[in-house]
C-alpha cells in the first residue's frame, strides 16, 4: 500500500475541526481499548489534528507533523509502525517464520504457511477484517501491519492463500516519511 509512497502523494491537508477530532479519537479509543489512557498524550486536545488525504483514499492522521495513524476509506484506524514500536502491546499479533520475513519486507501479502508453520504464531481469536501488528520470529517489534482476509481459525484450517493483507511495513514510504511539510 505504502511502496512507493511519498509526500507528494499528499493531495490535501485539513486541520479538522472539534468534534471531528472528537469522533476520530473516539473512533480510535474503540478500536484500541488499550491506548485509551494514553490517548491524550498521543492525540493531546489542544494540539491541532490534521487530517492528510492520500491518493488512493488513504488519510493520515497527523499530530505536530508526525502520521501517527492512517485508514483507508473509512475503514479502521491503524496506527503506523513507528507508533506501534512505541506501544507494543495496542494490537494483536500474529508472528510470521523466519522465510516468510524478506516477503513481507518486501510489501508481499502475508500467505497462510508463514503463519501456520513452526516459527509462526496466530491469536486464535482473532476474526476476519482486523488490523493486527505482524511480529517476526526471533525479533521484539514488529515489522509490518496487516489486515486479515481471514479468521485466525480459517487461516489454520486452509492453511492456503493469502491470510493478512500488509498495508504497511519496514522502510515503505509511510515509514520513511517522518515530517509533512
Same mark, same amino acid.
Given at each position: 500500500? %505504502?511502496?512507493? %509512497? ?9 486541520? =479538522? ?13 474503540d478500536? #484500541? ?28 492522521? =497527523?499530530v505536530?507533523?508526525?502520521?501517527? %495513524?492512517?485508514?483507508?476509506? !473509512?475503514?479502521? #484506524? ?8 512505541? #506501544? ?14 524478506? %516477503? =513481507? ?10 503463519? /501456520? ?15 493486527v ?8 517489534h ?5 489486515? /486479515?482476509?481471514?479468521?485466525?481459525? !480459517? ?13 504497511? #511495513? ?12
Amino acid at each position: 500500500m %505504502f511502496k512507493k %509512497f511519498t509526500s507528494e502523494e499528499v493531495t490535501g491537508q485539513n486541520q =479538522v475541526k472539534a468534534s471531528v477530532q472528537r469522533k476520530i479519537r473516539q473512533n480510535i479509543a474503540d478500536e #484500541y481499548p488499550d491506548l485509551e489512557p494514553l490517548l491524550d498524550e498521543m492525540l493531546p486536545k489542544k494540539s491541532p489534528l490534521i487530517v492528510a488525504k492520500c491518493q488512493n483514499h488513504i488519510n493520515l492522521v =497527523v499530530v505536530n507533523n508526525v502520521p501517527l %495513524f492512517f485508514n483507508v476509506r !473509512d475503514g479502521p #484506524y491503524m496506527p503506523t509502525l513507528r507508533l506501534l514500536h512505541q #506501544y507494543p502491546g495496542i494490537m494483536k499479533k500474529f508472528r510470521v517464520d523466519r522465510g516468510a520475513i524478506k %516477503f =513481507v519486507l518486501a510489501g508481499a501479502n502475508i500467505m497462510c504457511p508463514g503463519l /501456520t508453520s513452526a516459527g509462526g504464531d496466530l491469536d486464535e481469536e482473532v476474526p476476519v477484517d482486523l488490523p493486527v501488528a505482524i511480529m517476526a520470529e526471533g525479533k521484539e517489534h514488529a515489522l509490518a501491519i496487516g489486515y /486479515t482476509k481471514m479468521s485466525a481459525k !480459517d487461516i489454520k484450517c486452509v492453511n492456503k492463500g493469502i491470510g493478512v493483507d500488509n498495508m504497511h #511495513y519496514l522502510n515503505d514510504g509511510l515509514w520513511k516519511i517522518l515530517h509533512l511539510d
